[in-house]
Nanobody
Framework: QAQFVESGGGLVQAGGSLRLSCVVS????????MGWYRRPPGKQRDLVAS???????NYADSVKGRITISRDNAEKILYLEMNSLTPEDSAVYYC????????WGQGTQVTVYS
């Protein structure tokens, strides 16, 4: 079964950077479009960025230009490089399939303070 283990979150000052990682198992990772999602406190979980099996990426308008999604198909790892962070980026971040969501992992907490 699909498993996602997210890591790399933390407490960071506004303007700082973080790199999130998601180790994926139980699915044929290289053939599946993937996404990073986030759930801010008290809000719903939304898609932040997606990447196709061939590496084509798309981003939510709120993060465009500041965030880069990438994937390592050999190691089955999904990455999210985040720069110029703002308090509005504070959330629990999750990875999952893009077009189809498997059971969710625990996520990784990102907290940005000003």
């Amino acid at each position: 079964q699909a498993q996602f283990v997210e890591s790399g979150g933390g407490l960071v000052q506004a303007g700082g950077s973080l790199r999130l990682s998601c180790v994926v198992s139980g699915i044929t990772f290289r053939t599946i479009a993937m996404g990073w999602y986030r759930r801010p406190p008290g809000k719903q979980r939304d898609l932040v960025a997606s990447i196709s099996s061939t590496g084509i990426s798309n981003y939510a308008d709120s993060v465009k230009g500041r965030i880069t999604i990438s994937r390592d198909n050999a190691e089955k790892i999904l990455y999210l490089e985040m720069n110029s962070l703002t308090p509005e980026d504070s959330a629990v971040y999750y990875c999952n399939g893009h077009r189809y969501q498997f059971p969710w992992g625990q996520g990784t907490q990102v907290t940005v303070y000003s």
